[in-house]
């Protein structure tokens, strides 16, 4: 079963920036098109960003869009969320997870399979 371990949260001040990082030990993300979702406490579940397995399509929440950029390099197994101009409200607790596909749909419905753990992030001065 693929396994998916985040990095890279923490604690930023309004206007900072943070990247989290996501990997798997043992198994290849190629073949998997990748998302990050959040939950900040006593909200839904929001997916962020996801790219497609050749990452030539992502796509963005539009509470992100403009401000946070996913990549994947392929060299490193790793997916990455880089975060700028972060804003109180991006608080949560950041998963990556692994799809089929990534499309506004699969976004919208967090249409994801294999979780990691989380990170989180905080936004606060």
């Known amino acids: 079963q693929l396994q998916l371990v985040e990095s890279g949260g923490g604690l930023v001040q309004p206007g900072g920036s943070l990247r989290l990082s996501c990997t798997s030990s043992?198994?290849?993300?190629?073949?998997?098109?990748m998302g990050w979702i959040r939950q900040a406490p006593g909200k839904e579940r929001e997916g962020v960003s996801c790219i497609s397995m050749s990452g030539d399509n992502t796509n963005y929440a539009d509470s992100v869009k403009g401000r946070f950029t996913i990549s994947r390099d392929k060299a490193r197994n790793t997916v990455y969320l880089q975060m700028n101009r972060l804003k109180p409200e991006d608080t949560a607790e950041y998963f990556c997870?692994?799809?089929?596909?990534?499309?506004?749909?699969?976004?919208?419905?967090?249409?994801?399979?294999?979780w990691g753990q989380g990170t989180q992030v905080t936004v606060s001065s």
């Open positions: 997870a692994s799809g089929r596909v990534c499309d506004y749909e699969s976004l919208q419905t967090i249409d994801f399979g294999s």
């Open positions: 043992g198994f290849s993300l190629d073949y998997y098109a």
